[in-house]
């Protein structure tokens, strides 16, 4: 099988010659990753690896009434001075790394809906690229499943209102917070469609990213999550599978108390499975939601995969296949999130290798 038609088996349950590999990873861990298979770029690498990479597709944004303020969406691979929503972004080096951490949340001080009118940097789904999306995915398309674009609630929100306030917001003013989740629903509703209406055929899934959780609890209490988030989130659910797309649903940390609230919105694929957390053991999760979702992650990038031996990673690798992967259907093995700098590359290919070679 390709690694697109191994996928898209996954994805409509149905059977697989070995379940598929992915593999997110860093600037810096694909740098090392292609000097180590001696390979010039990142589709190079995804056959010198034998990986069924889902390639990802952000669509470039650009205002070309204020060139200076053109930055890629949000989330992991925000890029530029800032973000399409206006976050300031800024370089900060870690290490071996660099990340484009996010600036003065640039609605901390806004309090009413005319304020939220005004604001200058509201995207407009005209300024979006989906002709680079639509050229990469023809390229990349008949050998690898695609996803794209990204899209969030309440990643949005705590980038443009800051942490601590976005939290406040949800307790105490309950009229202003849903004041500003209308528009950013509205933004990406608007940029989403067409997306979807572009790149028809050429994309399979669509990456919602909302983190709701933390290392040992929800960021916040399921009653919140449906109050806020329950009919948005069935809202982009219902639209995405009336293209008849795929919904793959990210969140970090402990979030179990959501995952049957998400399923019956509709997600499709539930990622990244930080089994180290609480209620996140990849065998109950199996028992209790397999047969209604499917899972993507689950090799811990926590402490195995950057420090671990590579027979730590094959053990690692195992149970999750025993676990999450029981049936022989409804699992992607991948890291459960970027693969960090100083990574070990021997680690990495163990995990991968793991699946390909047995």
Known sequence: MTPRKRVLA???????DRI???????????ASLKQHFKVKNDFELYQAMNLDKIVWLFPGYKNPAA??????????????ERTAWGVPLKPIQSSDAVYHEFGTPPLKEYNSAAMLDKY?????ADYFDYQGSLELAKKVSPTYATIGPWISFFEVYCQMRGLEQSLMDLLTDE?????????IEDCQTKMLKKFLQVLEDNLD???ISDDMGMQQSLLISPSIWKTFFEARMKRWCDLIHSYNKKV???????????IPYLIECGIDILNPIQHACPGMDTAELKKKYGSRVMFHGGIDNQSVLPFGKPEDVRVETKNCLNTLGSSGKGYIVCSCHNVQAGTPVENIIAMVETVTKG
Do not use: C, M
């Open 10 to 16: 996954v994805l409509n349950n149905q059977p697989v």
């Open 20 to 30: 598929p590999v992915d593999l997110w990873y860093t600037g810096e861990v694909g």
């Open 67 to 80: 060139d200076k303020f053109t930055g890629s969406q949000v989330g992991a691979q925000a890029v530029g």
């Open 120 to 124: 200058e940097f509201w995207p407009k």
């Open 175 to 183: 009229s202003f917070a849903s004041e500003i989740l209308d528009r």
């Open 205 to 207: 899934l669509v990456f």
């Open 248 to 258: 793959f649903y990210h969140s970090d940390g402990a979030v179990e108390p959501l």
